[in-house]
């Protein structure tokens, strides 16, 4: 939103300049983006008078200008087609820089020596019109600076607001704030009407079939209005604004909206077609033309202004083309309303517009401000467009909008945000933003209807602290007070998961949650899909039931960017459809996926990734969060290769799957190379992690390494061979691990050589060499006997 820096000093009296009236403004919430000076492109520019005009041989658009400035004659070239003798003009001078960082400079035009330039309002940088010259008042002294005739030493703010504030859309609702800031008093616009003594309710009648669309609904009449160009005062505010001006008529209906909020719409009533005024809504494939010319099918959802049988206006977005104000209009039939935000939104959508006036009412317009907006347009009617004010505002307001009453606690306030502010400073500040105060501790807030943001005690603490400014609130040393909430312990564990995986070399995938049905369906053919109804994109049509359909998509779109070294996680969410109670089902899982080669170094050279990067990932998480021994069984999953696909266990209940991913499903995702993936359910890691940490002594005794070598058949479990090994061996076994795996030209068909190194320990006694070795031979008789082992001699 744009507003003029002038504007605001005239509503506050403040003496700030500029900067600092925009710096107090955005720390106390209302962002100003940007500053421009109104005079840019005005130094150099001086009232002229054209009093000459004659035609250049050889071209039909352009005409030489004799224009007098006061105290000097100037020839110059001049193609606009408004141009006339007598017209008083802005004339840029010799030096002058114009908007599009234009210098006027002595140039020839078909010859003829041109020097300065009667400018346009954009080339003035005043607004974007230049369909023609700027013709000025024809008062103006000759010579006399462009920038003091019009006013101009002023800057334009351009405003960033927040949706939840609808009353800092207009210019008395930014001063109210640099009221509260400035501790003034706000010097609102006033009005003197002088009624008629003919009434408006003689003129038109109100109905509102749609009470909950249109709540309030008033007009006024003003007749004998003269259609003329407004003053400059009201174009410049318009124009400084964004606006732009059209007729007195209408300038004053936006002049309104921009200082109030309000927006206001004005119907020639001879043109309105009945004394009736009908709110409701469209009916199904109504036809509308609005003001734009642009003929619209309407459904339900647009909510009309009627003349009782035809639509007249959109109701809160735009006019319609039958009624509006033109040059011979005599009556007004004046509209000051307010519509529901909900409401608006969707008649907005359905036309396809978006106007200042949607813009206002969506975000939530005053209705209690109504009459006073009503009531100072038809006073600037009556001044500026000689009308004259019936008697009486036609008023229907059937169910009153209340303002709401909150209980406020200094000491609470006091305790949210670490401060020390007395309740009489408190009092000030609601009281500078025009809310009602009672009481001292508490105090009891009446919280008017223009800021339909506040709703409890906290939004008053928040006016505080943006008031009294952000940068006062001390700076906090630890976490603490009423506000302060612990990390829950589900964030807390997946910020675990996080800091390992990172810490082990993987990267994370930041997923939306979305998904393609047809990859989704392949990957998990029996599990059901949550459709969304309205989606992006087909390929994003259902909510993910599985992270695996992310991961393949990130691998594959890392590949196609020639990345192809790739270890990968996720933690997020995936969604099913409701089950027959109706409970919605959303369950947070890990993701891990590993492609290509490892990173080499010095020491190590790169080697393709495989199954046991990804299982030593999981067996690391296992040992951080002290799980119980965990198992990987033979499982058929549809997406993993039959071979290398297997299910996650701890005791009975399963955590996960991990695997291949199949040949299939990765040429569905245009994946070339080996992928391995992991999926594991996050709440069943969290109640198997055991926060306690045991400890032991360090071995006294020292340790006797063995190593067992043999051969047994290709279907032959490695986890099986382990097991009997720590059962014969008991607790001596202080760790079986596997060192190598071969099977290949050396080995017979079907076969598959194991190498597995066994530590054996005792924390009572050195073990004698004895022991150790009727340990092992014990050990290798079980293996032959239990899977027929070959025992490979050194």
Partial sequence: MKISYNWLIELTGLDWPVEKLAERLTLSGTACEDIVATSRYLNKVVVGEVTALDKIEGADK??????????????????????????????????????????????????????????????????????????????????????????????????????????????????????????????????????????????????????????????????????????????????????????????????????????????????????????RRARDKEKFTTLDGEKHELTPEVLLITNGTDGVAAAGVMGGLNSEVEEGTNTILLEAAYFDPKVIRKSRKQLGLVTESSTRFEKGADPNNIPFAANRAAYLMQEICGGEVLAGIEDCYPNRIESKKITFRPRRCNALLGTEYTPDRMKEIFVGLDFGVTGSDPMEITVPTFRPDIDREVDLVEEIARIEGYAAIPDAVTNIGPLYTPVHFVDGFEDGLRRLMTASGFDEILGHGLADSRLAKVLNPDLPLLKIVNPVSEDLDVMRNSLIDTALTVVNHNISHRLVDLRLFEIGRVYFPPDKEGNWLEEDRLSLAVSGETSGNWRDKPRSQDFYDLKQAIENLAVHFNWPVISFEKAEVPFLDEVISFKIMTGETEIGLIGEVSDKIAKKFDIKQKVYVAELRINPLIRISRNSVTFKSLPVYPAAPRDLALVVDDDVKVKDIIDVIEKTAGKLAESVTVFDLYSGKQIQKGKKSIGIAITYRSSEKSLASEEVDKLQSDIMSNLKKMFKAEIREK
């Fill in 62 to 279: 352009i005409k030489l200008a004799t224009v007098n400035t006061g105290s000097e004659t100037c020839k110059l070239v001049c193609g606009a087609p408004n141009v006339a003798v007598g017209q008083k003009v802005p004339v840029a001078l010799l030096g002058a820089r114009l908007a599009g960082n234009m210098v006027i400079k002595k140039v020839k035009i078909r010859g003829v020596e041109s020097i300065g330039m009667i400018c346009s309002e954009r080339e003035l940088g005043i607004s974007d019109d230049h369909s023609g010259i700027m013709v000025l008042d024809a008062a103006a002294e000759l010579g006399t600076p462009v920038i003091e005739l019009l006013d101009l030493d002023d800057y334009i703010m351009n405003f960033e607001l927040t949706p939840n504030r609808p009353d800092s859309t207009s210019a008395i609702g930014i001063a109210r704030d640099l009221q509260a800031l400035g501790k003034v008093k706000l010097r609102r616009p006033t009005y003197d009407i002088k009624e008629s003594s003919e009434k408006a309710s003689d003129y038109i009648k109100i109905e509102i079939d749609d009470p909950v669309g249109c709540p309030r609904y008033t007009a006024r009449i003003i007749k004998n209005i003269k259609i003329a160009e407004s003053p400059w005062w009201l174009q410049k505010k318009l124009i400084t604004a964004g606006l732009r001006p059209i007729n007195n008529v209408v300038d004053i209906t936006n002049l309104v909206m921009l200082e109030t909020g309000n927006p206001l719409h004005a119907f020639d009533l001879k043109l309105f077609g009945s004394d009736r005024v009908l709110v």
